[in-house]
């Protein structure tokens, strides 16, 4: 069981569409090592109803198949209103389509069906119910023959669509029951099947395997003045909704007997990052002492939308500018400068979120193996990398999958060699030590001790601040993962299926002197924006306008 330091909770948080796809793919690892080390149910990630200690905000339309309470919606759900006879006005039945469920969350629904599908008796009752379901929408469509009321022809048409949906969706699930039966459809909870996640992913919770709390998710109501609301940054400062998250964020604290740390997922190139930064702002009022770990994602530039290059840019330096102040670590994230071959082990496609946020999830929850493995805490990582609070914007680096045979001793830790840094505009020099460093190495082989324990000579004789961690502990690989990797990775693979279910990975966090370059690209380009363009898309006065450089000098200088 564990011990009372493993029992200080985590909080999280994540706001926009990148980085709920990074949430997802977090939380499938997170369960699937705690599934697989039978973990207790007092996590200190998930509450003790085994639901993350979570906030997601994202737009009302960002969240595919789920409702707002967490739970993937099912029109059979819906509750239908009788018309009120007394009433005399019109009456407008509004319907909007949900996002359809891919074949991995039908096969979880059908998984966790508690009459256990594909027994006859279940299917004798869902074929009565699709009998009754059709004899009602014939008795219907007589009524609307026989009637003369427009308004009441109307309101009858309406639920003759609402229950032709339900039809369908009954006929759908009885043709699953009878696969299920003769075993055509697997249980996702065997890593056996591909469910083609790869290619028919659009949501974040198309793979999303954990249960949510009711109060999770939050959808955010935009400013309707604008034209492209999520780009720019003033979208993000709707007081209602930032009191009403940080409510739900204050119902996950008041859970925690002792909370050890605050990790934030934000999309920094939208106004997510504005949602973000009042978040954080109420948080660090409240809760001063508690580290916060911010990792802030952005995607590429647009190749024909010059109004988007702009709006971005300037919500990348106000989320730095804004967020670093209020965070331990402030940590830029994108795969806008990937390649193919920066990944030898895996065939990926960056433009493919589902792919790329999965690379970013790995390297995260690396960084929290520790914590849940009792050696070391939040504020183990942030004094690790993060030497002062004026060096706190931090680079991530990994490799997965990993060995020991990558391991070459005749290089630094931040020129090791199958090491990608997944914060842009860095490059891994033997001269430019880092000011400090926080890096994990798991699935180390326990048969192989001459080369662990050269490891960690290599790791002992770092010439700046470092602190290490080695496990033999692999990666679990979630059925919900996705199935790019090749065989010149180093893996573990399923005897029967061959699919991957263990890796191994290396991840590094360091702050370095290069975060010159990655300050120095975002002054230029906010160098290139007129003074104008850059008031009216920051919302800011002329004077505080001009002060972003300067702000984003200082920051670089610290760096030198």
């Known amino acids: 069981s564990y011990s009372t330091e493993m029992e200080r909770e985590i909080l999280t948080i994540q706001a926009g569409s990148y980085s709920n796809f990074v949430g997802s793919h977090f939380w499938n690892l997170q369960e699937s090592y705690v599934n697989a080390m039978e973990a207790t149910a007092q996590h200190k990630y998930f509450g003790s109803t085994q639901k993350p200690r979570l906030v997601v905000v994202d737009s009302k339309d960002g969240t595919g198949s ?5 739970m993937h919606k099912k029109l059979s759900d819906v509750q239908k209103t009788p018309i009120n006879d007394t009433w005399l006005g019109n009456v407008n039945t509004v319907m909007q389509d949900s996002h359809p469920k891919n074949l991995f969350l039908r096969a979880l629904d059908d998984a966790e069906d508690q009459y256990g599908l594909g027994s006859e008796v279940s299917i004798e009752n869902k074929q009565s119910i699709i009998r009754k379901v059709s004899q009602k929408i014939s008795s219907i469509r007589k009524q609307i023959i026989n009637s003369n009321d427009p308004h009441n022809t109307k309101a009858l048409m309406d639920q003759v669509k609402i229950l032709e949906k339900e039809h369908l969706i009954l006929i759908q699930e009885l043709e699953r029951m009878m696969l299920r039966k003769t075993g055509a459809i697997p249980n996702p ?42 780009n720019i940054w003033s979208s993000g400062s709707n007081p209602d909704d930032i009191e009403e998250i940080f409510d739900r964020f204050r119902i996950f604290s008041e859970d925690c007997n002792y ?16 949602v973000s930064h009042n978040l954080l702002l109420d948080i660090k009022s409240e809760f001063s002492r508690i580290p916060v770990h911010l990792y802030a994602f952005y995607g590429p530039v647009s190749k024909n939308d010059q109004t988007y290059n702009t709006r971005r840019i300037i919500n990348l330096a106000l989320s730095m500018i804004l967020m670093k102040e209020n965070s331990s670590i402030y940590v830029p994230l994108s795969y806008k400068d990937w390649s193919i071959s920066d990944f030898p082990g895996i065939n990926m496609n960056k433009k493919n979120k589902y792919q790329s946020s999965s690379i970013f999830a790995s390297a995260i929850n690396d960084l929290n193996l520790q914590n849940l493995q009792g050696s070391s805490n939040f504020n183990d990582i942030s004094n690790s990398v993060a030497q002062t609070q004026y060096i706190n914007i931090c680079a991530l680096e990994t490799c997965l999958p990993w060995n020991l045979d990558l391991f070459n001793r005749s290089l630094p830790l931040q020129a090791m060699e199958n090491i990608y840094a997944l914060t842009p505009n860095l490059y891994r020099e033997e001269h430019v030590k880092p000011y400090g460093s926080f890096s994990v190495f798991r699935g180390i082989d326990p048969n192989n001790p001459r080369k662990e324990s050269e490891l960690r000579d290599y790791l002992n004789s770092m010439q700046f601040p470092s602190r290490s961690y080695i496990s033999y502990t692999p990666s679990f690989v979630p059925i919900s993962f996705p199935r790019y990797f090749n065989d010149t990775g180093y893996v573990h693979k399923n005897e029967v299926s061959n699919v991957v279910e263990q890796i191994g990975t290396c991840t590094h966090l360091q702050s370095t002197p290069q975060q010159t370059n990655n300050i120095g690209a975002l002054i230029h380009a906010i160098e290139q924006i007129p003074l104008d363009k850059l008031v009216e898309y920051s919302n800011l006065e002329p004077l505080e306008a001009k002060e972003i450089v300067n702000i984003l000098e200082n920051y670089r200088e610290n760096y030198i």
């Open 66 to 70: 789920l409702s707002v309470e967490g």
């Open 189 to 230: 909870s065997q890593d056996l099947y591909d469910f083609k996640l790869d290619s028919d992913v659009k949501y974040w919770s198309d793979y999303m395997k954990y249960t949510l709390h009711p109060k999770t998710i939050f959808p955010c109501t935009f400013n309707s003045n604008h034209d492209c609301p999520t």
């Open 259 to 274: 909370c050890e740390g605050i990790q934030v997922f934000s999309d920094v190139d939208t106004c997510f990052g504005n």
